[in-house]
């Protein structure tokens, strides 16, 4: 198949080797293209000079972008929709766009609300709102030290100090003072209807596991083994390594089932790592059902997608690595964080470990309040039983029964065995 995005170099290099009287069919098999390619490449570039080359393809590749964007089919100042900056309609920023002029072009108040127009009872107003300078100075103080945080999760961590805020307020104050983040904006196609898959009802239950891959300053690549909790969210394992074979991934895992116990499923893509034989020994020794997505199909295992996205938006491209060591500090701190402090979206804004603790305190009391096994369908066994009774023996004309007539003492003493049974 031919190959795409040759340099100037191969094609001129191509050509040459053509004219020297090299054959054709081993000229294609070298640089790994068609026939139709290089005379396509002979007819555009042929007898040019290397720089020639270079300034004919640029040109080439502006116009196809002007194009794109809705330009002609020279070069020049396109006007797609949205390059004009909007009207200032609202009277904030028309305020501020006369309050410009002035000092620009020093003008008065009149001459400005007669060019605009603008009122001057609005060009001469001063607000009144409190100017939040403290809580200004908390937010940038926040938005320093988590770079990578929108304001609603700004937002959570201001209102875990204490202040009172809403995300109204604190979207205001981050716009005003250009604390925005840019996110890549993704493209969004039309998608068929995936079959959901069972989500985890408790801890522990079922995880994902999956690589992230990054450089070191000098630039040698290494590898982060990360593991999440499906239903907590927790971070179990993020393990940086040059190479991680399939020893170490089952070895790295041995670790964390000894302080949490082994999980009845862990959700993988079919990487040489998860199916080696070293991890299906593993597997099989603490007996955890390893589910394997289907080629290609990254979506099936969101949970850890999700998370590795949020491990290189504000890790991996936020610092700067110099050793494996100094790797491995800045992930258990950064883990650390993201399960104590971090705020989680999906968890109602509260953090993994948080949540977890939350879980197993409602848990241990509804354990409590059941009683043994068995009680609770007694129990509704019974209730039904007391409301059959009550219904037929009952009557319509027997508005008020007293507290010594038969039906009273029937539902009496069948409410007080209910009572018992419960305890």
């Known amino acids: 198949m031919a190959k795409k995005g040759h340099s100037e170099e191969q094609i001129l290099r191509a050509l040459q080797q053509a004219e020297v009287g090299e054959r054709i069919a081993d000229l294609w098999r070298e640089h790994g293209i068609s026939e139709a390619t290089f005379y396509i490449w002979k007819k555009k570039y042929a007898g040019l000079a290397l720089s020639e080359l270079r300034e004919l393809r640029q040109l ?130 039309a998608r068929r209807m995936r079959t959901p898959m069972l989500k985890a009802t408790r801890p522990n239950e079922k995880w994902s596991m999956d690589f992230v891959a990054a450089r070191l300053l000098d630039g040698r690549w290494f590898r982060v083994l990360t593991v999440v909790d499906q239903f907590t969210r927790e971070c179990l394992l993020l393990l940086a390594d040059s190479s ?109 470990c948080d949540f977890a603790r939350q879980w197993a305190a409602r848990s241990s009391a509804v354990a409590r309040t059941a009683g043994p096994p068995g009680v609770a369908q007694r129990c509704t066994a019974l209730r039904l039983r007391i409301r059959n009774q009550h219904s037929f023996s009952v009557r319509p004309r027997m508005r008020r029964a007293g507290p010594k007539s038969r039906p009273a003492r029937r539902l009496t003493g069948l409410f007080t065995s209910a009572r018992c049974l419960s305890l």
Not at 104 to 126: C, F
Not at 258 to 270: K, L, Q, Y
Not at 334 to 347: I, M, T
Request: hydrophobic letters at 35%; glycine letters at 6%; aromatic letters at 8%.
């Open 60 to 189: 080439r590749d502006e116009n196809a972008k002007a194009q794109a964007t809705g330009g002609g089919p020279v070069a020049g100042p396109a006007h797609p929709a949205g390059d004009r900056t909007k009207k200032a309609v609202r009277p904030r920023h028309r305020r501020e766009l006369g309050r410009w002029a002035q000092a620009a072009y020093a003008l008065s108040e009149r001459t400005v609300s007669r060019l605009l127009p603008i009122q001057l009872a609005t060009l001469r107003y001063r607000g009144r709102r409190d100017p939040q300078v403290t809580l200004r100075m908390r937010l940038r103080e926040l938005a320093a030290s988590r770079m990578r945080f929108g304001y609603r999760r700004l937002t959570v961590l201001l209102r875990r100090e204490g202040w009172r805020v809403n995300a109204k307020l604190i979207y205001r104050l981050y716009t005003e003072d250009g604390l925005v983040v840019r996110t890549k904006v993704r493209k969004k196609i």
């Open 244 to 352: 991680l074979s399939g020893h170490k991934v089952a070895l790295a895992l041995s670790q964390v089932v000894a302080e949490r116990g082994a999980p009845e499923s862990i959700t993988v893509d079919n990487g040489s790592e998860f199916a080696s034989k070293a991890r299906d020994a593993w597997a099989y020794q603490y007996r955890v059902n390893l589910d394997f997505i289907r080629p290609g199909r990254p979506v099936e295992n969101g949970y850890i997608e999700s998370f590795n996205g949020r491990l290189r938006d504000e890790c991996l491209n936020v610092h700067v690595f110099l050793p494996l060591a100094d790797v491995r500090e800045k992930l258990a701190a950064w883990r650390q964080d993201y399960n104590q402090v971090r705020p989680h979206s999906a968890l109602r804004d509260h953090a993994p």
